[in-house]
């Protein structure tokens, strides 16, 4: 029973360790590139929007981290890390968080210029600090000169090297908050990241020409890093809560993106079996399992877990608020599974239901 159970293990690691690779090489969408000539993000006129324009529920996020900037902040680290991570596996992947990040970063300011008025473009950039430092990034330092803009988000979270920039989401904030300020399209990119051997993340106004999100490509070397210190971090439960909920479903956007929900699945299944496997190695598996599990699935935001049972075993998933979602539940279900499957050696069967928007999920060993 044993041999065949890490039999299924290497065959499940080896088709998701296949659908990186895939992922990783996936082009963009039928979007067109031409080489040495700008990222087409379909903003290279700016276009004014109005207020009323604004998507609903983008606005309410964006207003809810503004006007809650002293709440707590209740997902941790880690959970902003996988998808940043998740977002470097291919060059498509990044210029979709690129994108992302500039729609935030627009109607970041469309709210703020609507409670205030600026006399230079340059003023703005003091609330588009304290909307990222209301998010969770706790020392913000920005210079605003005309033409010349640089923000700095200092390092004060997980010490760990990731071999690559993952900041293309807060690069696009960065553009889309200044291009609306300036009226016209900024290109911003990360020079230095706290995750690529640096003491800070670094973002500065790029030239028009330069592929701003194309820095130091993720590949499977990053996930292999995230792999490692996931396992640390649920080993040693040191995990920090340092980002807000509201944040988070913003940056996470990529998880719940149908184009991308397969590749998606099939990396978070792959990374769920092998963190399986650092943690559980040489291990006495029930009583260390269960535990672990938990501050694994706690450290990575993939929703509230309870253990009803153990044996036969069974753990209920509860996904409330903003992670309530169908897609982000798939992604997260495909990572709890892998875990499991290496925690236990056991197949297990997911059981969903749905009331009023918000997923519970029985997962429970499979009956033979």
Known sequence: ????????????????AKALKKAK????????????????LGLDEYQPIHLEDVPTYQETVIRNIIESSNASKNVPD?????????????QSSKELQYRSGISVGRNLYRFDASKRDYTFPEESIADLVSFLEASGYKYVTYS????NIEVNIHKTGSNVNMGTNLHAFEAGIISGFVGAAERRMVNIQETECAYNNGERCRFRIADSAQQNVEVNGGDIATIS????????????????????????????????DRTYLEHM??????????VGSELFRNKNRTRYAIGTILR?????????P???????????????????????VDVSLSFVNGLLSTGFGKDMVAIERNSNGRYVVDIKEEKK
């Open 78 to 90: 880690e959970a902003l890390l996988f998808s940043a991570a998740l977002s470097s596996v291919s």
């Open 265 to 274: 699945r099939s990396i978070a299944g792959y990374i769920g079996v092998s």
């Open 25 to 40: 090489t996936r082009p963009a969408t039928k979007s067109k590139t031409v080489k040495n000539k700008k990222m087409n």
């Open 306 to 328: 309870m253990v009803e049972s153990i044996k036969p075993f069974h753990l209920r998933l509860s996904f409330d608020g903003l992670t309530s979602r169908r897609e982000f």
């Open 1 to 16: 029973m044993a041999t065949k159970n890490r039999r299924e293990t290497r065959k499940k690691r080896t088709t998701a």
């Open 225 to 256: 890093n995230l792999i490692t210190h996931i396992g640390n971090s649920a080993r040693l439960d040191a995990a920090r809560d340092n980002v807000s909920t509201g944040y988070y479903s913003l940056a996470s956007n990529l998880l719940v």
């Open 296 to 304: 694994t699935i706690k450290l990575l935001n993939f929703g509230n």
């Open 144 to 147: 605003a000169n005309p033409g």
